[in-house]
């Protein structure tokens, strides 16, 4: 693979990679050994020889409309329209050959993010403005579970018409609680990164963060030689500051963020974000 990046650009994403390395260990399972449910999070495009392992809540859908977009015949259409077309464009993207893939010559790459502020907008997103999927599988569990709420509406517009929805802390005590791994995996929207995308079994050429997301997608477009092609859309979500998140967590007692970052200690420490967290565990 040929790298097309400035030096300083090239820097900080070999540091990331090795850092990787480092955390990983040395660790040797074969790729052989991933079963499909561990490659449902991967996207493949063979027309540009691009490998992308999307994690939700950290930019996955602009990035989806970008490859469809690129699966366009040129001039490439603009990515902002292009998800309209997701669901029949779907087999383009999607290849049953994908570990063979990996072990060849495509662009792996990934974008991560803080697992706190992740947290966030997924609560954000799915326990404040829930679908009927989310409200069925998981708001009506909590609100069950831990505001003892019952007689619930089965109709998710009702609830959300009443105002029924899981405080933050709610949320975490669901995710703290061993039942909930009893009976499923963590959602994709809450489970770890590293579980997603597997970043010690795979090699990414480029692992992009959320937290300078339009810089990282411009060098990545740029190392695969795509960047006068197309361009990254703008991503409107409101960026959550450590102060903010403090603000957040502040209803979760210390113990139970101390807990909560155990669950998602080594997505910390493989992306290089213990920096970020270290002040909500202390006292």
Known sequence: IIIHMSPKSSERIRL??????????GVNQSLVNLNKIDLNNFIVDDKHGIIY???PKVACTNWKRTLI????DEPYPDPIVSLLRWHKNKTLLYQSECLYRLHHHYTKFLFVRDPFVRLISAYRDKMQ??????????VRVILQRFKNQRNLTVNYNVARKQGLQPSFYNFIQYILDPRTETYEPFEPHWRQMRRLCHPC???YDFVGHQESLQEDAQELLTMVKLENDIKFPPSYENMTSPDSVMDWFQSVPLEDRRKLYKIYEEDFQLFDMLKTCLHFLSP
């Open 201 to 203: 079994l795979i090699e």
């Open 16 to 25: 990331r990679k090795d850092l990787l390395r480092k955390q990983c260990g």
């Open 69 to 72: 977009a690129l699966n366009h």
């Open 53 to 55: 392992c999307y994690i």
């Open 129 to 138: 403005k829930y679908d009927q999927y989310f409200y069925d599988g998981y």
